[in-house]
Every structure is written in C-alpha cells, then in structure tokens.
T-cell receptor, first 115, second 114 residues
Framework: AQTVTQSQPEMSVQEAETVTLSCTYD???????LFWYKQPPSRQMILVIR??????QNATENRFSVNFQKAAKSFSLKISDSQLGDTAMYFC????????????FGTGTRLTIIP | DVKVTQSSRYLVKRTGEKVFLECVQD?????MFWYRQDPGLGLRLIYF???????EKGDIPEGYSVSREKKERFSLILESASTNQTSMYLC?????????????FGDGTRLSIL
C-alpha cells in the first residue's frame, strides 16, 4: 500500500516570499501520478498541480512548481511570490497509473501568508 | 466547469440516527468518492464508486454504506450515527480510464453527531 507523508503540519511566510512544502511517498510502482491540492479556509478543495511520474520534467503552473525526485520519492511544492490568497491547507496525494483512480492523501500542511 | 454539489454544508444529528449525505455531479463522471477529513489525519477514503450500482470499500468503511442508483448521484449513509463520526465529509468525482485524472471536490459537509 502507498503512503504519503507531509512532515510540516504548519508553515507561515511573509507575503511575496517563496515557500516550499515537503512531501514524500512510498510505492513499489514505477509509473504513477502525484498531485498537490489546495483547500482555502471554508472553501472547496482544488487541484494546484499534477505530475506524471514517467515525465522527468517538473510540472509548473504559474507561481507553483514542483521538485520531483523520483529516486528519493520526494515531491515538494514551491510557491513563488506568495500572495494572501495562497493561505490554505495543502495536501499532497498519490494516484496509481492503472485501476480505479483512488488517491492516497497526506495529512496536509497549513500554510499562512502573513501580510 | 465541473460542479460537485453536496446537499448540506452543516448538519447536526443525534446518536443512533440514520444520516444521509448526498452528492451530485454534473459532468457525467464515472468515478465518485466519499472522504472523511479530520485534523492531523488528512483525507481518508470511505467508499468509492466507478459505475452505477458499483461500489468498493475504501480505507475506513466501517459504520458507513453508500448508494449509487444514478450516475450523477452518490449517497453516503451512516446507518446508526455515533459521536466518533463527527467530521468533515468531502465528495469528489473524476472521469474514468487511465492516466488518473484530477478529482473535483464538493464544498464539504460538516457533520456533528450529538
């Protein structure tokens, strides 16, 4: 069974700074998907970024980028030029390549952007 | 845009009651999921369904059941609610097939069992 570990329960940074959220996972599969989801306070969970394990290039979405280290089973999220709207819970998730689309989520990191 | 609608944002019930949480999606997605979210535990999968009338247990199915009679609707049932089922419940949906497509979530139902 896969496991996903987020070792930082809470983080805070000043607005406009760069912050990196850590995620490690454990799997015996060679191909899979990794996700970062964002859950703003009292709002809907949304996808931030998605990485396919067979792609070596790190995924990027505007100010959000990942550092995917397959051998180390590490998948960190970097948020550049952080904004107040980035304040949220961030969840890392693992998804298999085949089968039923089940995701395994980490325990989350609560990120606060300080004005 | 995909819309996943959960019937209630907040719900208060008493122990022993039978509780129904409803979820509807409007994008003809094959897969639907029910999660429970608790502080420090993240999201844990209760049940999921990959087709009408099809269901599979997730990681914590005890005390719950589900129903999917129509493709767009997935219901979570607490057969006899207990205080340890007080939690945030999230519904999600995604299209089926390979390549693990992103899940789309509802707003969540914060359920309190008294």
């Amino acid at each position: 069974a896969q496991t996903v570990t987020q070792s930082q329960p809470e983080m805070s940074v000043q607005e406009a700074e760069t912050v990196t959220l850590s995620c490690t996972y454990d799997t015996s599969e060679s191909n899979y998907y990794l996700f970062w989801y964002k859950q703003p306070p009292s709002r809907q969970m949304i996808l931030v970024i998605r990485q396919e394990a067979y792609k070596q290039q790190n995924a990027t979405e505007n100010r959000f980028s990942v550092n995917f280290q397959k051998a180390a089973k590490s998948f960190s999220l970097k948020i550049s030029d952080s904004q107040l709207g980035d304040t949220a819970m961030y969840f890392c998730a693992f998804g298999p390549n085949f089968g039923n689309e089940k995701l395994t989520f980490g325990t989350g990191t609560r990120l606060t952007i300080i004005p | 845009d995909v819309k996943v609608t959960q019937s209630s944002r907040y719900l208060v019930k008493r122990t022993g009651e039978k509780v129904f949480l409803e979820c509807v999606q409007d994008m003809d997605h094959e897969n639907m999921f029910w999660y429970r979210q608790d502080p420090g535990l993240g999201l844990r999968l209760i049940y999921f369904s990959y087709d009408v009338k099809m269901k599979e247990k997730g990681d914590i199915p005890e005390g719950y059941s589900v129903s999917r009679e129509k493709k767009e609707r997935f219901s979570l049932i607490l057969e006899s609610a207990s205080t340890n089922q007080t939690s945030m419940y999230l519904c999600a949906s995604t299209t089926g097939g390979y390549r693990n497509q992103p899940q789309h979530f509802g707003d969540g139902t914060r359920l309190s069992i008294l």
